[in-house]
């Protein structure tokens, strides 16, 4: 089992920066990949950024050159570094880890975070 403790996220005008936070317990870190997803109101979970355990980085077209996902396995958290926030980025962002490669498939994704939620102002 791995339990997934998010912190960051909030209100942001457009423009600003924001860092989301995952910590990990419960297995040992660097065997899993880890994904960024969010989820808009009435739309489905999309992947964002993943990194896998050894550095193998994805991110969806929309924020490259803006997100940086990145992880230290020493501390078992991983980071999504958010800049240039446009308000279409408003969602609620979930960190999800899973073994071996990413997945940009949702239902493939074994663990999952409690979401926090980020406004980005117009």
């Known amino acids: 089992q791995v339990q997934l403790v998010q912190s960051g996220g909030g209100l942001v005008q457009s423009g600003g920066s924001l860092r989301l936070s995952c910590a990990a317990s419960?297995?040992?870190?660097?065997?899993?990949?880890m994904g960024w997803f969010h989820q808009a109101p009435g739309k489905q979970r999309e992947l964002v950024a993943a990194i896998t355990g050894n550095g193998i980085t994805y991110y969806t077209d929309s924020v490259k050159g803006r997100f940086t996902i990145s992880r230290d396995n020493a501390k078992n958290t991983g980071y999504l570094q958010m800049n240039s926030l446009k308000p279409e980025d408003t969602a609620v962002y979930y960190c999800?880890?899973?073994?071996?490669?990413?997945?940009?498939?949702?239902?493939?994704?074994?663990?999952w975070g409690q979401g926090t939620q980020v406004t980005v102002s117009s």
């Open positions: 419960g297995r040992t870190f660097s065997g899993y990949a």
């Open positions: 999800a880890a899973r073994t071996g490669y990413y997945s940009l498939l949702s239902a493939r994704w074994d663990y």
